[in-house]
């Protein structure tokens, strides 16, 4: 009997996949649980993997295609059974052709140029080859841009991404290859003038993460009444605590965000009315911690979550945040990892900046937004001191939290943040 191999939902939160890569072809033998093709769900690439056994008979879907959940994608049978009918129903997959470039052409007669003055077009380079044979190199914006500024030559590079794909880390990884003074293809084409594709600009299709992004922001910026309170708190205590883990070896390695992780957590053990997700026609108030912290990945962000952190030790969440955010960057992190949260942190002080709003994660009704951790001149008893300094943002939802509500809870995380051994003990 045949088996429909349909676009089944990899996450809680999936309404439809791209499929990355398929792992069989048409005609191989196919056992049950035998992977069958990767597919990109909002947050992660994930395995489609077959339910039945038999032959792949027919791929319904190219390599790159959308499709919702519960479409059929192939078909798996014995080798002389009819699916005709099945085949029938399913939509026509996209005919594969030849890659487009990547910039288009700007035609002379388009009216938004009509008053420029005329350039000539930069001729088209021929599209490099993908080392593993054949075709385009496929690779993402930012590591198109970061291999133009450095010379690199995308066809020689081995992409680590999502089918293949080249990636940042790709670029990095090259870069810092040829800055050790290996020979690479591009240091030897480094006299050779950059050849810019024709045209001003290029349409980028939306990753699943990007369009979850879109669509769960466009949920929370507008419907939802925020308000933000901003504090600025000493971190003279915490820099000394960080110094005496750090001094006890690698095992107690922490940075200033994990021990503000676990501020975090710990204050919202005690206030769970902050604690909470809004439900519409009720607010349902968690009595344990599952704190979700924002990790920036290749096409846009992911919030994996630190389960029970109010229970666990500053060095265990220094440990699980650094492997949960590689895991997060590699999109090799299953489900459970990234759902569920009852509340979220997220922190751009590393990239220099002071102060954000950050934007709430529905059905959440609080996120923090953590800025840089900095020495700055303060008067203290008087007489002008430096200490070291952070200042953290709370993003309440009003319909669930007032502002007393939050300014409470602002109270506590200060006394916790402020007097660090309260964490410890």
Request: glycine share 8%.
């Amino acid at each position: 009997m045949a088996t429909k191999v349909t676009m089944e939902a990899l996450s809680p939160t999936m309404e439809e996949g791209r499929l990355v890569k398929w792992l069989k072809n048409e005609g191989d033998a196919v056992a049950k649980g035998d992977v069958l093709a990767e597919v990109e769900t909002d947050k992660a690439v994930m395995e489609l993997v077959a339910r039945g056994a038999g032959v792949l008979r027919a791929r319904l879907a190219a390599e790159g295609d959308t499709r919702p959940v519960g479409e059929l994608l192939a078909v798996i049978a014995e080798k002389d059974e009819n699916i005709d009918a099945i085949v029938k129903k399913a939509p026509a997959a996209a005919p594969a052709g030849p890659a487009a470039p990547a910039v288009p052409a700007v035609p002379a007669s388009s009216p938004s140029s009509a008053s420029s003055t005329v350039v000539p077009p930069a001729p088209v380079s021929t599209p490099p080859s993908h080392p593993n044979g054949g075709g385009r190199a496929r690779s993402s914006p930012l590591a198109r841009r970061l291999a133009s500024a450095r010379g690199l030559d995308l066809g020689t590079l081995q992409g680590s991404g999502p089918g293949g794909r080249i990636i940042r880390r790709d670029i990095e990884a090259a870069a810092s290859t040829e800055l050790s003074g290996a020979p690479t293809p591009a240091a030897a084409r480094a006299a050779a003038p950059v050849v810019r594709a024709a045209g001003d600009s290029e349409d980028v299709p939306l990753t699943q993460i990007r369009k979850t992004i879109a669509r769960r922001l466009a949920e929370s910026n507008g419907p939802i009444p925020t308000f933000f309170l901003t504090a600025d708190f000493d971190l003279t205590s915490v820099r000394e605590l960080r110094a005496r883990m750090i001094a006890m070896g690698d095992e107690f390695k922490v940075s200033y965000n994990d021990i503000l992780l676990k501020a975090i957590a710990t204050a919202l053990s005690q206030h769970p009315e902050v604690n909470a997700h809004w439900l519409g026609d009720s607010i349902r108030r968690h009595y344990r911690v599952h704190l979700g912290m924002a990790v920036a990945v290749e096409d846009g962000l992911i919030t994996p979550i630190i389960a029970d952190a109010d229970t666990k030790r500053i060095s265990e969440i220094a440990r699980e945040s650094r492997e949960l955010a590689k895991r997060a960057r590699e999109r090799k992190l299953t489900p459970e990892e990234y759902t569920g949260a009852t509340c979220t942190v997220s922190n751009l002080g590393m990239f220099g900046i002071d102060e954000f709003t950050a934007i709430i994660n529905p059905p959440e009704v609080a996120i923090f937004a953590v800025g840089a951790v900095a020495d700055v001149p303060v008067v203290v008893d008087g007489a002008l001191a430096v200490r070291t300094r952070v200042r953290i943002t709370m993003s309440c939802d009003h319909r669930a939290v007032d502002g007393a509500t939050g300014a409470r809870f602002m109270q506590t995380l200060r006394r916790l943040i402020e007097n660090p051994l309260m964490l410890v003990f």
